[in-house]
Each structure stands twice: as structure tokens, then as C-alpha cells.
């Protein structure tokens, strides 16, 4: 019953969180190609107030005309909405979900043995060490180096270094999969501090020094476009790390953090020439498509680098349903029993493996998201008999 509540909580926590992502990145989405797309207003009216760009666009049935004041408009309109709650409930979402999923899971899911043997409580630790962390430290290096000669390059730069680390040091850990996640999470954390932190606060006092009639510090516009251009590069990222790992073949091998690396750069990759092309379109120049060249390129290799090497000669013993339940009986059915059922699949009879040979099929051989984190240590050649075993028709003799 406990599990079963579980899965609820799962299923309506991702429900919502995904929901809420949609709408915190496409509000994103939506500001950077509005910023990008703005051209100098036309009427002169415009420019007398402060205006100092436009876009004419239509949408569902109307014709919008939204126009961007570069440090504020002259007097402070009565209402003024606030982007935040997009970006908070994202956040809240996914912590929930992951303490739902992981944390009160720790032993299944954030450790696997075979890569580090520690307790749940130093694994909890660790990882939520790594949400608060990573903030630290992209913040130190935005708040030192930001505003230095080329600091958009160091910045940059010292940002990859250090996801490039977080991401090998997360795969020494965790399990292949929390670790995924877990990055993914950690640069998340980051994008919501960042609105939490400065861009939300940043706009608050400048609305406070204009309703009091002071001059307005720059600083707090040039900080806020600065991280949501840093929020802009971590989306892609941070959304395939969130979905990789439910992809077994992704996580599992040895060095499943240059496979994780390797994908999120492709994301930073594709999105640049997408903020890249509204600028271009606008000015008329050729959009930068060699950079979402190069991360598709990335996510090639990746895809010819992980490709199943097909298995040696292998002296094929006549196909015998006994060695297949052998290997359930020794490599599932303790997480797969009549007392414990994981997921609602049972396994501890041959009807049942016979009923659920399709989702061991999937679990096993395409995905190998089973055994959870091979704690059963099942081979390749127990894992290829079952693809023998299933293609064959998952016979019971
Ligand atoms: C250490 C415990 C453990 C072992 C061993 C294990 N499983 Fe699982 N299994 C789980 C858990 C936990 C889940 C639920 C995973 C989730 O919710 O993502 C699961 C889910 C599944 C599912 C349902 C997947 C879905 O999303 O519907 C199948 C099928 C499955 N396991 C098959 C197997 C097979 C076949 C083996 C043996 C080769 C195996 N499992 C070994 C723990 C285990």
C-alpha cells in the first residue's frame, strides 16, 4: 500500500512539475526570442516615451505589439506582472519528486554498490550537497569574473569546467542514473537561485528606485539579463540529463559521465544557434547553424559510440525455458516475488514470467533499466539469452 501511495505521489509530482516546466522554459523561450526580435520603434510617439524596441506579432485570433523600455518606463504602470512562480514551482515540483523518488529510495536508487559503497545517509547528504554547492560556485565565478575584460568568455568557461567535474565526480558516487538526474538537478537549482537570488530581488529595487523618483543603478538590469542568458544556455542541458536517465544504455557504462557531458553539450550547442537565428532573422544576416551542426554531430557519436557490438560467435545451446527462469529466479525475483512486487511484476512462477515477457523483454535488453542498477549482477549472456528467449516467442518448454 505504501508503494502504491508512492507511485501516486510520482506520478502526480512529475504531472505537475513537468507542467510547470513547460510553462516556466516556454515563458523563457518566449522572452529570449522576444529580446532578440525587437527592432527600434518605428512611431515617434514610441521613442518619446522610452520605447526602445517593438515586435508586431499574431496569435490566436489577435495582434500583439509588445514593446521593451530599456531601464524603465518614465512613470510605473498600476499593474505589473511578475515572472516567478513558473520558475518556483518548477523547482518546488522537482525537489518534491526527487525526494519522493530518490530520496526515500536512497538505497535502491541513489547507490549502487558497485560504484561506491556508502549509507544512505552520506548518499542523501552528498546529494543534496550538490544542489547547494553548485550554486556557490557558479555564483562566485559569475560575481568575479562577470564583469571583468571578456568576463562572458571566462564565465563561460569556468562554468563548463566545473559541470564537467560535477558530472565525473557525480558518476563516481551514485548510481549511473541518479547521477544523471542529479546534475540535472543541481544546474536546475541553479537557473531558480538565479531568479530567486537576483534577477526577482534585482527588479524590486529598481521598481523601488523609480517609485521614489531615484535614478536607477544599471547594475541590477545588466545582472538580471546576465544570468537569464545563462538560464537560457542551461535548458537544453538540463532537460536531457532529466530525461537520459530513464535510458539505461545511456547511464550504465563505465564512463557514463562523458556520455552525459557529451549530450548536454550538444543541448548548450543547439540552443545557441536557436537564440543566435532570432537575431539573424531580424537583421537580416545567415543564421549560425554550425553550432546545433556540431551538437547534433555530438549526439551521433554518442549514438555510434554506445551502438550494441553485436556478441562473438556464440555457440548456440538449444533454447530451454529452465535456463531462462533460472536467470529470473537468481537475477529478479527478489524485487519480483508474491511478497514484494515492484511496480505491480511479480516473477516467481513461469506464468507470470510468461505474462510479463514483453515489459522483461523492454527492461532487460532494450532499456537495461533492469535489474534496478544490476544489483542482481546479471551478464550479457543472461541478458542475450532473453532476447533469444523472447524473439523466440517466449516459450514455456
Ligand atoms: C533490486 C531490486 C530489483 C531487481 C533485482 C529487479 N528489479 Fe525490476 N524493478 C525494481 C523496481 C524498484 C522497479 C520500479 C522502477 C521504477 O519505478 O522506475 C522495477 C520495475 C520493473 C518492471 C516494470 C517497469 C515499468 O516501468 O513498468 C519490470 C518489467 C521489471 N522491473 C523487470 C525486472 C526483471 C526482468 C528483473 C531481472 C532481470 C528485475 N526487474 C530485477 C526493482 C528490481
Redesign the pocket.
Known amino acids: 500500500m505504501d508503494i502504491y501511495l508512492l507511485d501516486w505521489a510520482n506520478l502526480l509530482l512529475r504531472w505537475a512539475h513537468v507542467i510547470t516546466a513547460i510553462a516556466w522554459i516556454g515563458s523563457s523561450f518566449y522572452f529570449v526570442f522576444l529580446d532578440n526580435s525587437l527592432t527600434a520603434p518605428l512611431a515617434p510617439e514610441l521613442r518619446d516615451k522610452g520605447v526602445t524596441g517593438e515586435l508586431w506579432a499574431v496569435h490566436g485570433g489577435g495582434f500583439y505589439h509588445p514593446q521593451k523600455y530599456l531601464v524603465a518606463p518614465k512613470q510605473m504602470p498600476a499593474h505589473l506582472h511578475w515572472f516567478y512562480w513558473e520558475s518556483y514551482s518548477t523547482w518546488l515540483t522537482g525537489f518534491a519528486l526527487f525526494t519522493v523518488l530518490y530520496l526515500f529510495n536512497a538505497g535502491?536508487f541513489l547507490i549502487d554498490k558497485s560504484v561506491h559503497d556508502w549509507s544512505a545517509d552520506a548518499a542523501i547528504a552528498a546529494s543534496l550537497g550538490f544542489l547547494v554547492v553548485c550554486w556557490f560556485v557558479y555564483d562566485t565565478i559569475c560575481r568575479t569574473f562577470g564583469q571583468k575584460k571578456h568576463g562572458d568568455l571566462i564565465v563561460g568557461l569556468g562554468v563548463l569546467v566545473f559541470v564537467v567535474f560535477a558530472s565525473w565526480l557525480a558518476c563516481q558516487l551514485f548510481a549511473g542514473r541518479a547521477a544523471f538526474l542529479l546534475v540535472g538537478a543541481m544546474l536546475a537549482t541553479t537557473m531558480s537561485a538565479n531568479v530567486f537570488v537576483w534577477i526577482i530581488p534585482g527588479q524590486r529595487k529598481v521598481v523601488a528606485q523609480l517609485e521614489a523618483g531615484q535614478p536607477v543603478d544599471p547594475v541590477h538590469g545588466w545582472r538580471a539579463k546576465q544570468r537569464s542568458v545563462h538560464n537560457t544556455y542551461f535548458t537544453l542541458p538540463v532537460l536531457v540529463s532529466m530525461l537520459s536517465n530513464h535510458y539505461g544504455w545511456l547511464y550504465s557504462g563505465k564512463h557514463n559521465w562523458i556520455v552525459l557531458v557529451l549530450l548536454m553539450l550538444a543541448g548548450a550547442l543547439i540552443r545557441h544557434s536557436f537564440v543566435a537565428r532570432h537575431k539573424a532573422l531580424v537583421q537580416g544576416r545567415r543564421v549560425p547553424w554550425e553550432h546545433a551542426i556540431v551538437g547534433t554531430l555530438a549526439l551521433v557519436g554518442v549514438a555510434f559510440w554506445l551502438a550494441p557490438r553485436p556478441a562473438g560467435i556464440v555457440v548456440a545451446k538449444p533454447l530451454a525455458f529452465g535456463d531462462v527462469k533460472a536467470v529470473?529466479d537468481q537475477?529478479?525475483a527478489?524485487?519480483?516475488n508474491a511478497a514484494l512486487q515492484?511496480?505491480g511484476?511479480a516473477?516467481h512462477t513461469p506464468e507470470l514470467v510468461k505474462q510479463?515477457a514483453q515489459?522483461?523483454f523492454q527492461?532487460?535488453v532494450v532499456l537495461k533499466l533492469?535489474?534496478?542498477n544490476n544489483?542482481?549482477q546479471?551478464s550479457d549472456e543472461e541478458r542475450a539469452l532473453i532476447k533469444r528467449w523472447f524473439e523466440a516467442g517466449a516459450p514455456l518448454d
Open positions: 535502491s529470473v537475477r529478479c527478489m524485487c519480483h515492484q511496480k511484476v516473477l510479463h515489459a522483461v527492461q532487460v533492469m535489474p534496478l544489483a542482481t546479471i
